[in-house]
C-alpha cells in the first residue's frame, strides 16, 4: 500500500463515533446530532457544534501545568484532524483563496484525523492522574501545532470545543518553521504529517514522528493508553543497524554476542519512553501496577536469544520497564500490533511503518539513522 500524510481514511473509528468522509468535508461526516425543528415538529439531522466543555480545576482555579513538569506532546493540526479538502484548496487555489474557505467554513468541525485516539487517550490518563494527584502537574500537555494563520484558529477551536478536547497551547506560525517553538515549549514527543520538520526536529533533539492516515484503523483502548516501538534507530541508536547493513546478519550476530554487555546508545525515542516511564511510576507508587493506565511495547524484529539481550540489559541499565517485549525474528510485524491495538506505533523503516497501517494500526514514521539511505519498499532487515 502507498501512505500519505493527506491520504483519505475509508474507514472509521468505531468507539469515537467518527463516520466515515471520503474528500475531509466537515458536512455530513460528523456523527448526526438529532435537532428539534419547531417550526415544523420535525427532525433536523445537520451537524452543529456541541456547546459546553468539561472544566478541569483544581483549588484556586483552572490548572495548566507547567512545561518544565508535563510530558508535552505537540501535534500538528494535519495529524490531529483531517484538513485534506482545505490542503487541496490551498495547494489549487493559493494562501488568500484558503483563508477565505477557512473563514466561511469556521463553524464546520474538522473530523479526527490520526493522531486523535492518541490525544484522547492521553487526556484519559490525565484525568486519572488528576484522581490520584489532584495537586500535580505531572501531566500529559498536549501542544496544538500549525503553520496556519491565526484567521483559521476560530476554526481550530471550535473544532476542539466540539470534541470536548482539552488544548489550551496553540501554536500558529503563519507558515514559519515551529521548531523554535517546540523547543521553547521543551516537547517530549513531536507528531506531523511533514516529514520535513520532522526531520528538522529530530536534529535539534527532539523526538518526533511522521504520521499518516490509513484506509483501515483498528478500534483501539478508551481507557489505557497503549505505545509500541521498534528497538533499532527509535529507542536505541542505528549502531547494530549499521553493521548488518555494511556486513550482513552473520557479522550481525557476532557483533551483538561479542558487545552483549556493553550499552547502546540512545535512539530518538528513547527520552518519550523514558517520559512515559515517569508517569507510569505514579501510579505504581498508588499500588495501580496491574491497572495501570499507561502500557508500553518493544515490537522488534531482532532475535531473542541471538540479539535480544543486549537490548534488554540496555533498558534495564537505564532504569526503563518495558511492559511486553516481542522479538519476532524477522516476522511480520503488523500481525502482533493488530494484536497489541496500539495508539500508535514507532519505527525506521517505512516498510514496517506500511504493513502495521495495512492492519488497521496508525504507525509513524522516524526517519532517523542508516535506512533512510535504503529503499523503504525493500524488505531488507530481517533482525531489526
Given at each position: 500500500?502507498?501512505?500519505?500524510?493527506?491520504?483519505?481514511?475509508?474507514?472509521?473509528?468505531?468507539?469515537?463515533?467518527?463516520?466515515p468522509?471520503?474528500?475531509?468535508?466537515?458536512?455530513?461526516?460528523?456523527?448526526?446530532?438529532?435537532?428539534?425543528?419547531?417550526?415544523?415538529?420535525?427532525?433536523?439531522?445537520?451537524p452543529?457544534?456541541?456547546?459546553?466543555?468539561?472544566?478541569?480545576?483544581?483549588?484556586?482555579?483552572?490548572?495548566?501545568?507547567?512545561?518544565?513538569?508535563?510530558?508535552t506532546?505537540?501535534?500538528?493540526?494535519?495529524v490531529?484532524?483531517?484538513?485534506?479538502r482545505e490542503?487541496?484548496?490551498?495547494?489549487?487555489?493559493?494562501?488568500?483563496?484558503?483563508?477565505?474557505?477557512?473563514?466561511?467554513?469556521?463553524?464546520?468541525?474538522?473530523?479526527?484525523?490520526?493522531?486523535?485516539?492518541f490525544?484522547?487517550?492521553?487526556?484519559?490518563?490525565?484525568?486519572?492522574?488528576?484522581?490520584?494527584?489532584?495537586?500535580?502537574?505531572e501531566?500529559?500537555?498536549?501542544?496544538?501545532?500549525?503553520?496556519?494563520?491565526?484567521?483559521?484558529?476560530?476554526?481550530?477551536?471550535?473544532?476542539?470545543?466540539h470534541?470536548?478536547?482539552?488544548?489550551?497551547?496553540?501554536c500558529?506560525?503563519?507558515?514559519?518553521?515551529?521548531?523554535?517553538?517546540?523547543?521553547?515549549?521543551?516537547?517530549?514527543?513531536?507528531?506531523?504529517?511533514?516529514?520535513?520538520?520532522?526531520?528538522e526536529?529530530?536534529?535539534?533533539?527532539?523526538?518526533?514522528?511522521t504520521?499518516?492516515?490509513?484506509?483501515?484503523?483498528?478500534e483501539?483502548?478508551?481507557?489505557?493508553?497503549?505505545?509500541?516501538?521498534?528497538?533499532?534507530?527509535?529507542?536505541?541508536?542505528?549502531?547494530?543497524e549499521?553493521?548488518?547493513?555494511?556486513?550482513?546478519?552473520?557479522k550481525?550476530?557476532?557483533?551483538?554476542?561479542?558487545n552483549?554487555?556493553?550499552?547502546?546508545?540512545?535512539?530518538?525515542?528513547?527520552?518519550?519512553?523514558?517520559?512515559?516511564?515517569?508517569?507510569?511510576?505514579?501510579?505504581?507508587?498508588?499500588?495501580?501496577?496491574?491497572?495501570?493506565?499507561?502500557?508500553?511495547?518493544?515490537?522488534?524484529?531482532?532475535?531473542?536469544?541471538?540479539?535480544?539481550?543486549?537490548?534488554?540489559?540496555?533498558?534495564?541499565?537505564?532504569?526503563?520497564e518495558?511492559?511486553?517485549?516481542?522479538?519476532?525474528?524477522?516476522?511480520?510485524?503488523?500481525?502482533?500490533?493488530?494484536?497489541?491495538?496500539?495508539?500508535?506505533?514507532?519505527?525506521?523503516?517505512?516498510?514496517?511503518?506500511?504493513?502495521?497501517?495495512e492492519?488497521?494500526t496508525?504507525?509513524?514514521h522516524?526517519?532517523?539513522?542508516?535506512?533512510q539511505?535504503h529503499?523503504?519498499?525493500?524488505?531488507?532487515?530481517?533482525?531489526?
Open positions: 500500500m502507498s501512505l500519505d500524510p493527506v491520504q483519505v481514511m475509508s474507514g472509521q473509528v468505531k468507539e469515537l463515533k467518527v463516520g468522509s471520503s474528500n475531509g468535508d466537515s458536512r455530513g461526516s460528523w456523527e448526526e446530532k438529532e435537532e428539534i425543528d419547531q417550526d415544523n415538529v420535525g427532525i433536523s439531522t445537520k452543529k457544534l456541541v456547546s459546553g466543555r468539561r472544566t478541569r480545576k483544581v483549588e484556586g482555579g483552572v490548572f495548566f501545568p507547567k512545561p518544565e513538569n508535563a510530558v506532546v505537540a501535534v500538528s493540526s494535519r490531529l484532524f483531517r484538513t485534506e490542503q487541496k484548496v490551498f495547494e489549487q487555489d493559493g494562501i488568500e483563496e484558503y483563508l477565505r474557505f477557512q473563514i466561511e467554513h469556521e463553524n464546520e468541525p474538522f473530523t479526527p484525523g490520526p493522531a486523535f485516539p490525544v484522547k487517550a492521553l487526556e484519559a490518563v490525565n484525568c486519572r492522574l488528576r484522581e490520584l494527584y489532584p495537586q500535580s502537574d501531566l500529559f500537555d498536549i501542544v496544538l501545532v500549525t503553520y496556519n494563520h491565526a484567521h483559521v484558529g476560530i476554526r481550530l477551536i471550535n473544532t476542539i470545543n470534541h470536548n478536547l482539552f488544548i489550551e497551547r496553540f500558529m506560525t503563519g507558515g514559519s518553521s515551529p521548531i523554535g517553538y517546540l523547543k521553547a515549549w521543551q516537547t517530549n514527543l513531536y507528531l506531523s504529517a511533514d516529514a520535513d520538520k520532522v526531520r526536529a529530530l536534529s535539534e533533539g527532539i523526538a518526533a514522528a504520521m499518516f492516515t490509513s484506509e483501515k484503523v483498528t483501539v483502548s478508551e481507557s489505557q493508553l497503549r505505545v509500541a516501538f521498534d528497538g533499532d534507530a527509535v529507542l536505541f541508536s542505528d549502531e547494530s549499521r553493521i548488518f547493513k555494511a556486513h550482513g546478519l552473520d550481525f550476530f557476532e557483533h551483538e554476542r561479542d552483549e554487555d556493553t550499552l547502546l546508545d540512545h535512539g530518538p525515542l528513547k527520552g518519550f519512553l523514558e517520559a512515559l516511564g515517569k508517569l507510569q511510576k505514579k501510579f505504581y507508587a498508588k499500588g495501580q501496577r496491574l491497572d495501570c493506565p499507561i502500557r508500553t511495547y518493544l515490537v522488534t524484529a531482532r532475535s531473542a536469544a541471538s540479539s535480544g539481550i543486549r537490548a534488554l540489559k540496555t533498558l534495564r541499565a537505564w532504569g526503563l518495558i511492559d511486553e517485549a516481542l522479538f519476532l525474528a524477522g516476522a511480520p510485524k503488523g500481525p502482533m500490533l493488530e494484536k497489541i491495538r496500539p495508539h500508535i506505533y514507532f519505527d525506521d523503516q517505512m516498510f514496517h511503518v506500511e504493513g502495521a497501517a492492519m488497521g496508525v504507525a509513524a522516524v526517519p532517523y539513522g542508516i535506512a539511505k529503499n523503504a519498499k525493500q524488505n531488507i532487515s530481517v533482525r531489526k
